[in-house]
T-cell receptor, first 114, second 114 residues
Framework: NAGVMQNPRHLVRRRGQEARLRCSPMKGHSHVYWYRQLPEEGLKFMVYLQKENIIDESGMPKERFSAEFPKEGPSILRIQQVVRGDSAAYFCASSPGRSSYGYTFGSGTRLTVV | AQSVTQLDSQVPVFEEAPVELRCNYS??????LFWYVQYPNQGLQLLLK??????LVKGINGFEAEFNKSQPSFHLRKPSVHISDTAEYFC????????????FGKGTKLSVKP
């Protein structure tokens, strides 16, 4: 039973390009959370999704960022027109239900904007 | 609003010595509390969690934490550390009424020296 799979592990984008980060939850998990980790900072919540629904996007920047979790396939975090400040590690976590009990994290995608 | 404060950004310690990583939090509601560990370039792994019941929680790798509602705090301890415990440790809190997203502290880097 594979864990939470994120790809790519490392992503380099030039300023103005688009970044697409993918997260495949654990088998049987239908809830996905995305977090961003900036250098010297803890993780900051971005968005919580269930299949085909955004439940809570209170941590998402209002512009350029979007997330989806389609009925089939992985969850996608999309960042349009990336800027240097978007450079960070992006982690997703999955759980079988809405969970305050702790969930399983992926290994993250490290985005570098040059 | 909930917040988490990890009082030490870095903790150097010699191998086989005891260690305590401090975590204070603030919340107006009952909370669930977590400690995660992050090894270099990896995701977060759950060490232990407090949901209810006994205030002393035992986790993996010989770690334990004590929930103190009066302070309020959730300090992490290990009686004898190993070189392999060198990592960054994050304290997190999730409110009972939340959607399941976690509020993280900024992390404590534990460095175990021979």
């Amino acid at each position: 039973n594979a864990g939470v799979m994120q790809n790519p592990r490392h992503l380099v984008r030039r300023r103005g390009q688009e970044a697409r980060l993918r997260c495949s939850p654990m088998k049987g998990h239908s809830h996905v959370y995305w977090y961003r980790q900036l250098p010297e900072e803890g993780l900051k919540f971005m968005v919580y999704l269930q299949k085909e629904n955004i439940i809570d996007e209170s941590g998402m920047p209002k512009e350029r960022f979007s997330a989806e979790f389609p009925k089939e396939g992985p969850s996608i975090l999309r960042i349009q027109q990336v800027v240097r400040g978007d450079s960070a590690a992006y982690f997703c976590a999955s759980s079988p239900g809405r969970s305050s009990y702790g969930y399983t994290f992926g290994s993250g995608t490290r985005l570098t904007v040059v | 609003a909930q917040s988490v404060t990890q009082l030490d950004s870095q903790v150097p310690v010699f191998e086989e010595a005891p260690v305590e990583l401090r975590c204070n939090y603030s919340s107006s509601v009952s909370v669930y509390l977590f400690w995660y560990v992050q090894y270099p370039n990896q995701g977060l792994q759950l060490l232990l969690k407090y949901l209810s019941g006994s205030t002393l929680v035992k986790g993996i790798n010989g770690f334990e934490a004590e929930f103190n509602k009066s302070q309020p705090s959730f300090h992490l301890r290990k009686p004898s550390v190993h070189i392999s415990d060198t990592a960054e440790y994050f304290c997190a809190v999730s409110g009972e009424g939340s959607q399941g997203n976690l509020i993280f502290g900024k992390g404590t880097k534990l460095s175990v020296k021979p």
